[in-house]
């Protein structure tokens, strides 16, 4: 189904909830890969239960402020062979004529895992493979392809997504985040093989630094990272954005290495009604825009959100004029 046009700051679609959006360009359209969130009476808790989505469907407009297609599910969990829960946030990419969907949910055993679904469109649907990524674990897949096509994966979401339970290497079911005064966890990091389908190294680490050069703390809630990261660059810098989850903001960090470490900056996008903050960032025709959701459709409500955009600009500095939402 197609909408009317939608200003900035707007809900893209009213008809079902929408959140997490990864927007990207293909074939001139602008395309956006969202997860839908679904009305439930269970429980809200910080492993995130109250996030029990199903399927994903995928949305679409000529440019920003035209009317919204919405395509319909393009994928489903029931489809995934692998997967038992909750379909969060995806993202996409295109390489060779082929569309690569990537998303996390947990496996059978409760552990979150990212997967690939394939299409020939842009809009899907999507065809799983029959098991996740090869050492994958957590959440927040975002894939940034560079200029010579090659393809590199960031994830991770603490709490909820699992992040500290893999500081040793393999899942530990009660691992903890560090301490307050100590160095902050990470996103992952890894290059895509050829075919977009597994990891051509084990991810990395990517270390984020405060002003002095010293990583940020983990007590640092005003900046340290939390989860939903992505990658974009403007001019010959890097930046990684990222939600600050507990003080919910999306904020972010500079460098000339893909893979940093990269140097805090400052905020992207303040605190906006609902808990989560997750966001896309693209540039169409010569202009930068900032994908995000709230809970306003909702009134509040934690995990009924609704995905919007708007325009984002740079200082002659390259650093990021701060967006108030409201």
Not at 217 to 225: H, K, L, S, T, V
Request: glycine fraction near 10%; charged fraction near 20%.
């Amino acid at each position: 189904m197609t909408t009317e046009s939608k200003k900035p700051n707007e809900p893209l679609v009213t008809h079902i909830y929408t959140a997490d959006p990864s927007a990207h360009v293909f074939n001139g359209r602008i395309y956006v890969y969202p997860s839908h969130d679904l009305e439930h009476a269970g429980e809200t808790n910080d492993n995130g239960d109250q996030y029990a989505m199903e399927d994903y469907h995928v949305l679409s407009m000529d440019a920003p402020g035209a009317p919204v297609t919405d395509h319909g599910q393009a994928l489903h969990l029931n489809d995934i062979p692998w997967a038992s829960a909750q379909l969060w946030a995806p993202d996409a990419a295109s390489k060779d004529g082929k569309y690569y969907l990537f998303f996390p949910a947990r496996d059978h055993d409760g552990i979150f895992r990212i997967g690939v679904a394939v299409s020939t469109a842009p809009e899907g649907p999507f065809q799983p493979e029959a098991s996740y990524m090869e050492g994958s674990f957590s959440i927040d897949p975002a894939v940034y392809v560079d200029d010579s096509g090659l393809a590199y994966m960031f994830f991770g979401g603490l709490w909820g997504g699992q992040l500290e339970k893999w500081q040793e290497g393999s899942f530990n079911p009660e691992g903890e985040g560090p301490a307050p005064d100590e160095a902050a966890i990470g996103p992952r990091a890894a290059l895509l093989s050829s075919d977009m389908r597994s990891f051509q190294h084990e991810p990395k680490e990517i270390v984020i630094l405060d002003e002095t050069g010293q990583p940020l703390r983990a007590g640092d809630e005003e900046r340290r990272y939390f989860e939903g990261p992505w990658i974009h660059k403007h001019e010959d810098l890097y930046y990684l954005s990222y939600s600050t989850g507990t003080t919910h903001k999306l904020v972010y960090a500079v460098s000339g290495d893909l893979y940093g470490p990269y140097t805090y900056q400052g905020v992207i996008l303040e605190p906006v009604i609902g808990w989560t903050t997750h966001h896309s960032i693209v540039k169409f025709q010569d202009k930068w825009y900032l994908f995000y959701h709230d809970s306003s459709l909702s009134g509040g409500v934690n995990h009924l959100r609704c995905v919007k955009y708007t325009e984002l600009t740079y200082n002659e500095d390259g650093t990021i004029v701060t967006i108030k939402p409201y």
